[in-house]
T-cell receptor, first 112, second 112 residues
């Protein structure tokens, strides 16, 4: 079983819809939680960074962390065709030398 | 502010050869991380350098090695290349060991 599980998709939504993404994890030592966006053949781009449990909002993006359930989510409001990409969740723990452990990524397609 | 830069963008080698990949972190960042993104395997942590020292290593054989220079740039060396080393190699940097990791565009290595 992988440390971080993420549905590979693809997730297809119409323009303007809410995109809902999530990851589950098994390592309770994870403290830092991130969401990255990766366009085809490019490097990952940081979207959201959260420490421990709680919610964080930045523009159209909302990240949620529930450490008790070992579950994190990313919501994208008013989705645009330019949001079509692969979304990667990532986690780290200071005790593990801050290496990021990634989910496999969810491919999202926003249709005009 | 310039982001993380990597060179070359593409590299083609034959089995058994050596490959050298280079990374320049964001100005002021002291930590450099290397990740491998192989098809079907996702993003996997390779190495972490901070202040010129190797701080952590992922589950990769010793033929994957690297170093960090006094100006905090870094080099990843892969010896005795194998076909399965074909992947996108990503470098990330952070301001400090606890900081958010920002990724470069990657070097695509193809081993024939």
């Amino acid at each position: 079983q992988k440390e971080v599980e993420q549905d590979p998709g693809p997730l297809s939504v119409p323009e303007g819809a809410i995109v809902s993404l999530n990851c589950t994890y098994s390592n309770s030592a994870f403290q830092y939680f991130m969401w990255y966006r990766q366009y085809s053949r490019k490097g990952p781009e940081l979207l959201m960074y959260t420490y421990s449990s709680g919610n964080k909002e930045d523009g159209r993006f909302t990240a949620q962390v529930d450490k008790s359930s070992k579950y994190i989510s990313l919501f994208i409001r008013d989705s645009q065709p330019s949001d079509s990409a692969t979304y990667l969740c990532a986690m780290s723990a200071r005790a593990a030398g801050n290496k990021l452990t990634f989910g496999g990524g969810t491919r999202v397609l926003v249709k005009p | 502010e310039a982001g993380v830069t990597q060179s070359p963008t593409h590299l083609i080698k034959t089995r058994g050869q050596q490959a050298t990949l280079r990374c320049s972190p964001i100005s002021g960042h002291t930590s450099v991380y290397w990740y491998q993104q192989a098809l079907g395997l996702g993003l996997q942590f390779l190495l972490w350098y901070d202040e010129g020292e190797e701080r952590n290593r992922g589950n990769f054989p010793p033929r994957f090695s690297g170093r960090q220079f006094p100006n905090y740039s870094s080099e990843l060396n892969v010896n005795a290349l194998e076909l399965e080393d074909s992947a996108l190699y990503l470098c990330a940097s952070s301001l400090n060991p606890d900081g958010t990791q920002y990724f470069g565009p990657g070097t695509r290595l193809l081993v024939l």
